[in-house]
Every structure is written in C-alpha cells, then in structure tokens.
C-alpha cells in the first residue's frame, strides 16, 4: 500500500497570467514549456487555468474570484499541487496557500526540483543547493519582527528567537559556505581552461536551447556516452570530450546546459561558472530543433544569453537538427553559417565534420616557416599543432620552407614568429 502511494504519479493544476502588451507567442510557448517542465518532473497535468490581466495582482497573482475558482477545482479533482507559471512573491505564495488546500510551487520551484533530480557532479550539486537556499531566504515566515532579534551564537540568542530566526541565519551560513566551495571549484576549472589554452587545445562549445539535441549529438560524434532524453534539462554537468576531424586535427567538444525562456534570475546566477566557459570556446555549435514550430524563438533566446555571456563574437556554426522529423519545404532561419541534419544519420554527422574542419581551418592562419634544420622541436611543434602541413628542404640554406595553418591564439605561434617569411623579427640564417 505504501509503496504503491510512493508510485503514484502527482498530478497538478497549471495557472499562467496572460498580460497585455507581451507577446502572445511567448506566452503561449512559456505555458508549454510549464507543461513541459512539469512532465520532466513526473507531474501529470489535469487543467490549465489562465486570465488576462494588464499586470500580475500584488497579492494574489491573479484576480481574487480566479484564484478562488482554482482552489475549487484543486478540491474537486484531488490534485497534488497547483504550478504558476511565474516566480510567487512571499506574500503572494503565503495568500494561495491560505486559499488552496493542496500545494503551491512556482516556475522557478519547479525547475529547481528537476535541476535537483539531474545534477551528478558536485559543481552541479552545489549550483542547485545555492540557488535553493536563495530562494528560500526571502520566502521564510513567521513572526519574527514582532520577538526579540539579537544576534546569533552562543551568548547573544535572546529567549524570544524563534525558529525562523535561526532558520533564517542557518541558511545564510549555508549560502557563504557553498558560495566559498563553488569559488573554489571555480578556481579549479578555470585552472583546467587555461591548461587546455597552454596546450593549444582547439575548444567547441555545443549550445542551444534544452532538448535541441545537443547531448545526443556528442554521443554520436565522440562516443560519449552521456544521458539523452526526450525531456527538458536532460543534460546539466557540462561534458568535454576529444573529437577528431576528417583531416586528423584534434579538438576537444564541450556539451553544456540548454537554455530556456524565463530561465529564473536564481539559477542563472548559480549556473554561471559553467555557462562562463562557453567564452573560452574558439567555436560555437548553436543547436537547434529544427522542426520545432517555436525554433525561431529559440534561437533568439539563445543569442540573448551568448549577448549577456559576452559571447558574440565568437565564431558559429548554426545547426539545424532533427532534419528526419522536418516536413518538406519547411522554412528555417537564416544564418551566416548553418547546416541542416539529423544526428541519427551518418552521412549527416560526415557532413557536420567537414563543415566544422572549414570553420576550424578559417580560425587558423596560413603561414610559410623557415625553420632551420637543426632545430628538431620546432619542426615537432609545427606537426602538433598545424593543419594541411606541407614542407620543402632548402639544402643550399639548410632549412625547411614550411607552409602551414595554425591557430594564431595559441602559444606555439609565439615560438614559431620569428621563423615566419617577411617577418622583419625573422633571424638571418
């Protein structure tokens, strides 16, 4: 009996409040992905409730007679928990729960708990706990200005403190220790950047809007063997992995966190050490769902968070995927670099490698070396580090005339300077 109530699926009540003057596509795709949001999380939806008002009520979200016809049917239908589909205030989550018998959560609730549900690696661990515990903080009640507030620690708590105030300063104490871990991890992959930087690694970030694809493609060009799923943040610990190109260069491919409309300012903040590394990339892959009919929009909520990440100015190449589910003729965005595919199909993915190769050979430059005979490690770093590489020997000078394409951002092209043609620094042989 026990066992079967731990099994039995939650069922909820979504509420959106359709304001004047927003877009009604992005509403509309915000209360789908609500929808969405809400499967991810195991929740079956049994009504959604919306009203048009000029702005959200202060105290009660919607208007007073609505929230009382929600309550009804919360009762009527038995649900688990009814879903706003905007962040609650204090008060105003206290006023539905004083209204509406069963539970009350919002957007940025429900995110969290998937975000909680996802996260494996520590950093992701402690990203999710951080944005918890901000979250939290200002939604405590009690009636704590009405007792005593002395300060915390032994000596100082007077007799009338209450719970929410040592609740209240616990969590705080948690927030600047995990503040301090995260800085630290931090700490750690910046190191981890700036290595790979050392090491002239050629750095591609996967990014796109949740569920484009993106895990399923580094699983199918790396053999990563990463989670994929039909589910919104199926994917939340970024992933680096080693990708070889048709023509033998080596990059490394980095999958990282989809984005999402209204993504809450709380996990923004928290997840931004991670989202931070897709400025180190040398190329992005901006992956899109193509047959989704919101892709537009998508894509554009991405370009806004590559715009807040200081991103735009990195090379990209846009994606289009999932070209098996596309009907004929369909349009698509236009875009300075794009390609259309399914990352089921090998001649697709085939197809993706070359595109990449052509985008990675752009960022390197074409250089002619003269390289002396002698100076072995030279020729060795050229060979590591360059592509389409072809040498003559100049026996009469006794060098190698060396044509190359390197990556001028890496540290070999400062060793390698001087041995440029008509370079002026060029030493005489």
């Known amino acids: 009996m026990k066992q079967a109530m731990e099994d039995r699926q939650e069922r909820a009540l979504l509420v959106s409040c359709l304001r004047a003057?927003?877009?009604?596509?992005?509403m509309r795709l915000s209360l789908e992905?609500?929808?969405?949001?809400a499967r991810t999380a195991g929740v079956a939806v049994e009504g959604v409730f919306t009203q048009r008002r000029e702005s959200v009520d202060a105290a009660?979200?919607?208007?007073?007679?609505?929230?009382?016809?929600?309550?009804q049917a919360a009762a009527e239908q038995a649900v688990d928990l009814v879903i706003f589909n905007d962040e609650l205030s204090p008060t105003?989550?206290?006023n539905l729960e004083s209204l509406i018998a069963c539970k009350v959560i919002d957007r940025t609730q429900l995110i969290l708990d998937i975000f909680a549900s996802r996260a494996h690696s520590r950093e992701g661990k402690l990203q999710v706990e951080l944005a918890q515990y901000r979250y939290l903080l200002p939604r405590l009640g009690g009636q704590g200005s009405q007792l005593s507030r002395l300060g915390g620690g032994i000596g100082t708590r007077g007799p009338g403190e209450t719970k929410l105030e040592t609740d209240r300063r616990h969590i705080r104490r948690r927030i600047r220790d995990l503040e301090q871990q995260l800085a630290d991890v931090v700490r750690t992959r910046q190191l981890h950047r700036e290595r790979r930087k050392k090491n002239s690694a050629f750095q591609i970030a996967l990014v796109g809007y949740t569920n484009a694809g993106k895990s399923t493609l580094l699983n199918r060009l790396t053999a990563a063997g990463i989670l994929a799923e039909d589910k919104l943040f199926a994917t939340l610990d970024p992933t680096t992995r080693q990708l070889t190109l048709p023509?033998?260069?080596?990059?490394?491919?980095?999958?990282?966190?989809?984005?999402?409309?209204?993504l809450p300012t709380t996990l923004v903040?928290?997840?931004r050490s991670t989202l931070e590394g897709v400025r180190e990339a040398d190329l992005l892959l901006h992956v899109v769902d193509s047959h989704h009919p919101d892709c537009e929009v998508h894509m554009e909520v991405v370009e806004n968070v590559l715009h807040?990440?200081?991103?735009d100015a990195i090379p990209r190449l846009v994606v289009y995927n999932k070209a098996d589910l596309l009907p004929e003729g369909t349009y698509l965005p236009p875009a300075a670099h794009a390609i259309l595919i399914s990352a089921f199909r090998d001649d697709d993915l085939r197809r993706l490698l070359a595109a990449i190769e052509e985008l990675v050979c752009r960022s390197y430059g074409e250089l002619t070396l003269r390289i002396p005979a002698d100076r072995g490690d030279l020729l060795s770093l050229v060979y590591r580090e360059g592509t389409d590489l072809r040498q003559e020997f100049d026996e009469a000078a006794g060098v190698f005339q060396v044509q190359v394409r390197l990556n001028q951002q890496s540290p070999a092209f400062a060793r390698l300077f001087p041995y440029v043609v008509n370079n002026p620094q060029q030493p005489v042989l």
């Open 308 to 311: 807040e990440l200081e991103a």
């Open 21 to 26: 003057g927003r877009d009604e596509q992005r």
């Open 60 to 71: 009660w979200y919607l208007g007073r007679g609505k929230i009382a016809e929600i309550a």
């Open 269 to 271: 903040a928290a997840f």
């Open 92 to 94: 105003q989550k206290r």
């Open 247 to 262: 023509g033998g260069t080596q990059v490394l491919l980095t999958d990282t966190v989809g984005f999402i409309q209204d």
């Open 33 to 37: 992905e609500l929808a969405e949001l």
